[in-house]
């Protein structure tokens, strides 16, 4: 195939070099001449560097090369022209003419595609004469690394583009998605739920950031921490998206922004390229704090509430203590020196203490989320003793067999915990992408685990907590907060009374009046 990519930035030219090392001739073209030569030159050099790590063979590194053409100019004529990816600056304006004038000069069997991150592709396609050509190519940067590509198609895409597109896309290597032309797309939209969430709990003074991305990290088992990933993207591209998004759905409450970023943009707190974020970056960087040991006494006596034949949470918690040799306590209520740890689901310590008169003193929080990793957390109160607290947090890092003791890390109490709210919202942001049909539920866990790095892809991560379980946490929530973004979705609810899985997408009624031996 012979692609025109138009844009020799950085998205252009990790296209181009993706596209020319899968075997397509590739015309690169700009409109200044300068950013095609040096855009050629550094794919050349990645090629380069691809040999010398063992990658590609000299021979296939300079076929691939060999299949890169730069273009001096260009809207020159392209008979030979199957695909056009735009690649140019993400304005409208900018985008509409440069596909304009491409229209003009090359076959009209030619399919278009904008590389467009958060623009309509449908209101790019409008100003085409023939609409019918176009879809949305999003690449993510750097382009040969990231092995996930969204096709979108515009309201008017002809259907056989997207497949047409898929098949190209998965030829070259990379993985396809095909997901409604609605803002952030899939992949953008997706990870608004874990940024958004712990944005929130950072307002309510949960914990600080860097508290919430270890929880993020060894209870999640995410590769960064939300505060941590900011940092890197930078907060003014975070913030960006988070508002774009949720002003495109027209205010979602599951999708709300946070009052905190407006004011660190504005002071250039972006992250990693201004050296300072939620974090400090560079040679006069102060080093991370770290985390305060374990001081209180482990051997003070734990009365674990809820330990009931029914509360699975609070017997895996005691047997877990029990094994590591802690002083469990055994009787219907606690004595008065022992600490009280409150297994939570979506609620807080302090309803458990009005509920069931427990010493508000010595009761905590923890949570049963299984973690990915070592760590534990204690909930804390502001009627708890600090004493009571250490002690506590030390009972809770006892390890079995005298293995190294846990991590704890201690939050102020909330609905749910840490871990709880930002695995909620993930799932709940997700489950509402697949309530609207916006993206099959398949490609939605595909997109996430690709694209963003998660370890399991939203619906399935919800699925391995289970449907009913997940249910019962945001109905838990919502029901402790007050706060919309934590309503209960359909999709959720349904599945959870079907006994369905998050990941089926289940019966449509198209499913019901079409099948085998339909006419």
């Known amino acids: ?13 990790g296209i181009a070099q993706w596209a020319a090392t899968a075997g397509h001739t590739v015309e690169l073209c700009d409109a200044r001449t300068e950013a095609v030569t040096a855009a050629a030159d550094f794919v050349r050099d990645m090629l380069e560097r691809a040999v010398r790590k063992g990658r590609m063979s000299a021979e296939d590194a300079a076929a691939a090369g060999g299949r890169l053409v730069p273009l001096d100019d260009p809207w020159t004529a392209g008979p030979d022209v199957e695909l056009v990816v735009e690649a140019v600056r993400e304005d409208f304006g900018t985008k509409t003419e440069v596909l304009g004038r491409l229209e003009r000069v090359l076959p009209s069997t030619a399919v278009f595609a904008t590389n467009t991150s958060s623009l309509s592709v449908t209101r790019i396609a ?16 750097p382009v040969p690394l990231m092995r996930i590509v969204e096709i979108v198609p515009g309201a008017a895409t002809r259907p056989d583009i997207p497949p047409a597109l898929t098949a190209f896309v998965e030829g070259c290597g990379h993985r396809a998605v095909t997901v409604a032309d609605t803002p952030g797309f899939l992949i953008n939209h997706a990870g608004r739920g874990l940024v958004t969430e712990a944005l929130a709990l950072l307002e309510e003074t949960v914990a600080e950031p860097a508290e919430i991305d270890r929880i993020a990290r060894d209870v999640l088992g995410l590769r960064m ?28 409450d599951r999708l709300r922004p946070s009052f905190l970023t407006p004011n660190r943009v504005a002071a250039g707190l972006h992250g990693r390229k201004t050296g300072r974020g939620w974090f400090e970056y560079g040679p006069g960087a102060a080093a991370p704090v770290p985390e305060a040991p374990v001081t209180g006494d482990a051997d003070r006596p734990v009365f ?19 094994d590591a040799g802690a002083v469990v306590e055994t009787g219907v209520e606690p004595s008065g020196g022992a600490v009280v740890l409150v297994p939570v689901w ?34 804390v109160t502001p009627a708890a003793d600090p004493q009571a607290a250490r002690d506590a947090r030390a009972v809770l890092a006892r390890a079995a067999d005298g293995g190294d003791p846990y991590p704890v890390s201690v939050v102020r109490d909330t609905a749910g915990s840490v871990a709880q709210r930002l695995l909620a919202s993930i799932v709940s942001v997700a489950s509402s992408i697949a309530e609207r049909s916006l993206a099959a539920p398949a490609d939605i866990d595909l997109a996430v ?71």
């Open 1 to 13: 195939m012979r692609i025109r990519i138009v844009g020799a930035g950085a998205m252009g030219r």
């Open 126 to 141: 409008a100003a085409l004469k023939d609409p019918g050509r176009m879809a949305g190519l999003h690449f993510f940067n």
């Open 225 to 252: 921490g939300p505060f941590e990933l900011m940092d890197l993207t930078g907060l003014d591209v975070t913030a960006a998206v988070i508002d774009s998004i949720w002003e495109g759905f027209r205010y979602e």
């Open 304 to 322: 674990v509430h809820g330990a009931g034949p029914r509360d699975g949470d609070a017997v895996a918690l005691r047997e877990a203590l029990t």
């Open 346 to 379: 979506g609620t807080t310590v302090a309803s458990a203490v009005e509920a069931h008169g427990l010493p508000p003193e010595r009761a905590f929080g923890t949570d049963p989320l299984p973690p990915a990793g070592r760590r534990r957390v204690l909930a």
């Open 449 to 519: 685990t690709t694209g963003l790095g998660y370890p399991v892809g939203p619906l399935a991560w919800g699925d391995r907590v289970g449907a009913a379980r997940m249910l019962e946490l945001h109905r838990a929530l919502h029901r402790t907060t007050g706060d919309p973004r934590h309503r209960p979705g359909r999709w959720v609810t349904e599945r959870a009374q079907l006994g369905l899985a998050l990941t089926d997408p289940g019966t449509s009624p198209a499913d019901c009046v079409s099948g085998p031996g339909t006419a």
